[in-house]
Each structure stands twice: as C-alpha cells, then as structure tokens.
C-alpha cells in the first residue's frame, strides 16, 4: 500500500493506494475507505509515416541513361534499402557496369555505414537516390539489369 499527502486549499490529505484490480482500485483518504474507478489508459495515437514516391534527383540524371527518362525504368527489380537510414555515398554512375557485390553506394543506419552491393552482374540503368536522402526500408536505390 502506498501512502501519499496532500495539501489541497489549505486542507491536508492522507491518502492510501490499495489494491488495483483492473480499473479499481481501493483508496483510503484521512482514515475513510472508498472504492475508485479509474479511467482506462488511452492508447497511444499511432502516426502514419508517409513515404514519398517516384524518382529523386541523383549526381548523375538517371535520364543519361539508354533507356532515357528515368519514368521509363522498371523500378519492380530494383535493389533496394535493406533497413531505414540515409543515403551518405553513391559508388556508381548510370551507365557503369557492375559486377556481383560491386558497392553502389553506402547507406547509414544507427551511426553504422552499410555497403549496398550489386545482386547481379550488369549494366547500371538508373540511380532512384540522391546522396543525403533518407529513404525507409524497402525503397528502390539502383536499378542494375
């Protein structure tokens, strides 16, 4: 039982917190017992992250590329953002070619650098990042086909 006192308009109050079973709870006020209702405790109000869409500008313009703008590029196959974090270095340009865990760029995640590599052999076709941006678990980095 936990005992607290309080002075309230010049009145002074010794209360005691009793049991609390669910919502109630027995307290006991200047030597007189009672029975309390307690409100429930509301739940916290979850906020909802918006991620934005679509292509960020890059070092190099994905618009270099052969396939031309980067609207025209299949984002679906992208390698993308294994964790949330900021974008710190990009390694490639549009255009270069790559080998299988060649490092496309280096994102930061809890103070720790991770090296994004390339999945595959190929062609670098598009770059959906900027150096800087912070991008959120599976966001499309590079595109290498």
Do not use: H, R, W
């Amino acid at each position: 039982m936990k005992t607290y006192k309080y002075t309230i308009n010049g009145n002074q109050y010794e209360v005691a917190i009793g049991d609390i079973v669910e919502n109630t709870a027995s307290v006991t006020v200047n030597g007189e017992a009672f029975t309390v209702e307690m409100e429930p405790e509301e739940e916290p109000v979850k906020k909802k992250v918006v991620v934005k869409t679509g292509v960020a500008q890059s070092s190099e313009p994905a618009a270099s590329s052969s396939e031309g703008a980067a609207g025209n590029v299949n984002t679906a196959n992208a390698i993308k953002a294994p964790l949330p974090g900021v974008i710190t270095e990009i390694m490639v340009a549009v255009g270069d070619e790559v080998k299988s865990g060649d490092v496309l760029l280096v994102l930061e995640a809890m103070k720790m650098a991770n090296n994004i590599e390339a999945e595959k052999a190929g062609t670098v076709k598009a770059i959906l990042v900027s150096q800087g941006a912070s991008v959120m678990e599976d966001t499309p980095l590079v595109v290498v086909e």
